[in-house]
């Protein structure tokens, strides 16, 4: 009997199979600059972790709803890779303006981060920012309203590989927008130098997409519905080894765009490492 890990295009079925994850990002950029950058809430291109001695805070913009017994988030869950990286979470209660440190100290990447619970307003009073206080960058943010952070970006764990069948985009509608953007596809092996912040990206596929606004005209494209998706031929995935990241980033062609992005990618695996068991 063969390894789950070696049927590629085995569909996710709930309930059905174990040690199979569907990851589904979505998230939006509202200031896209003329170079490659991560599509997230952040508004920024994304960094990692120092990995070993990573200071990694989780801090709320609101000091007195966003805490323990208050009426906003109260808890929050971190999923992130150690420096093995393995899989791993941990749950933290806030402290609203007071940041709270996570014990885990060596972590290469913050996968996710999510509401857990809530009080009466079942939302964040303020946005809740997940930051590495020793190297500087911010890894995530949870806006008010949302119950995740919101970035396109995720790293295959220890012992696992990720299928990607596509993707979409699509540039949104902004004031005097000047129109295009280009939106890559792309992954990274810096995992396996284990050097912090010093990703390489590589473009796997990428869509070019004009802006869907009455201010570019329809000679060029505009004033149109601009919602792009790619798949690739015969709609085979793309395989993203262990310990490597993907990631859709956005260029502008001109001035600043904004943009909306989104893809889904099984992850499968019973290697080494931990398991991934969502399913």
Same mark, same amino acid.
């Given at each position: 009997?063969?390894?789950?890990?070696?049927?590629?295009?085995? !569909?996710?079925?709930?309930?059905?199979?174990?040690?199979?994850?569907?990851?589904?990002?979505?998230?939006?950029?509202?200031?896209?600059?003329?170079?490659?950058?991560?599509?997230?809430?952040?508004?920024?291109?994304?960094?990692?972790?120092?990995?070993?001695?990573?200071?990694?805070?989780?801090?709320?913009?609101?000091?007195?709803?966003?805490?323990?017994?208050?009426?906003?988030?109260?808890?929050?869950?971190?999923?992130?890779?150690?420096?093995?990286?393995?899989?791993? +979470?941990?749950?933290?209660?806030?402290?609203?303006?007071?940041?709270?440190?996570?014990?885990?100290?060596?972590?290469?990447?913050?996968?996710?981060?999510?509401?857990?619970?809530?009080?009466?307003?079942?939302?964040?009073?303020?946005?809740?920012?997940?930051?590495?206080?020793?190297?500087?960058?911010?890894?995530?943010?949870?806006?008010?309203?949302?119950?995740?952070?919101?970035?396109?970006?995720?790293?295959?764990?220890?012992?696992?590989?990720?299928?990607?069948?596509?993707?979409?985009?699509?540039?949104?509608?902004?004031?005097?927008?000047?129109?295009? !953007?280009?939106?890559?596809?792309?992954?990274?092996?810096?995992?396996?130098?284990?050097?912090?912040?010093?990703?390489?990206?590589?473009?796997?596929?990428?869509?070019?997409?004009?802006?869907?606004?009455?201010?570019? /005209?329809?000679?060029?494209?505009?004033?149109?519905? @601009?919602?792009?998706?790619? @798949?690739?031929?015969?709609?085979?995935?793309?395989? /993203?080894?262990?310990?490597?990241?993907?990631?859709?980033?956005?260029?502008?062609?001109?001035?600043? /765009?904004?943009?909306?992005?989104?893809?889904?990618? +099984? /992850?499968?695996?019973?290697?080494?490492?931990?398991?991934?068991?969502? @399913?």
């Amino acid at each position: 009997m063969t390894d789950i890990a070696n049927i590629p295009n085995l !569909a996710v079925a709930a309930d059905t199979v174990t040690n199979v994850e569907l990851i589904q990002v979505v998230a939006d950029n509202a200031t896209i600059g003329t170079s490659f950058e991560t599509i997230g809430n952040t508004n920024a291109d994304a960094v990692l972790p120092v990995i070993a001695g990573a200071d990694i805070d989780v801090v709320s913009a609101d000091n007195s709803s966003d805490i323990a017994a208050g009426t906003g988030a109260r808890t929050i869950k971190i999923t992130y890779l150690d420096d093995s990286f393995n899989q791993a +979470s941990e749950e933290i209660t806030l402290t609203g303006t007071t940041p709270v440190e996570l014990t885990e100290q060596n972590i290469t990447f913050i996968q996710d981060a999510e509401l857990l619970t809530t009080g009466t307003d079942l939302i964040a009073a303020g946005a809740i920012t997940i930051a590495d206080v020793t190297g500087g960058g911010v890894h995530g943010l949870i806006d008010v309203g949302s119950r995740n952070m919101a970035t396109c970006q995720w790293m295959v764990p220890a012992g696992h590989s990720g299928y990607v069948h596509g993707f979409w985009a699509d540039v949104d509608a902004v004031a005097a927008g000047q129109g295009t !953007a280009e939106v890559a596809l792309q992954i990274s092996h810096a995992g396996f130098t284990g050097v912090a912040n010093s990703e390489v990206w590589k473009t796997i596929a990428k869509i070019s997409i004009v802006e869907n606004d009455s201010d570019v /005209v329809a000679a060029t494209g505009g004033n149109q519905n @601009s919602m792009t998706s790619f @798949s690739f031929p015969g709609n085979q995935p793309y395989v /993203v080894p262990a310990k490597t990241m993907v990631r859709l980033a956005g260029k502008a062609f001109s001035t600043a /765009v904004a943009c909306t992005a989104g893809f889904s990618m +099984s /992850v499968q695996g019973s290697g080494s490492g931990t398991s991934v068991v969502n @399913s």
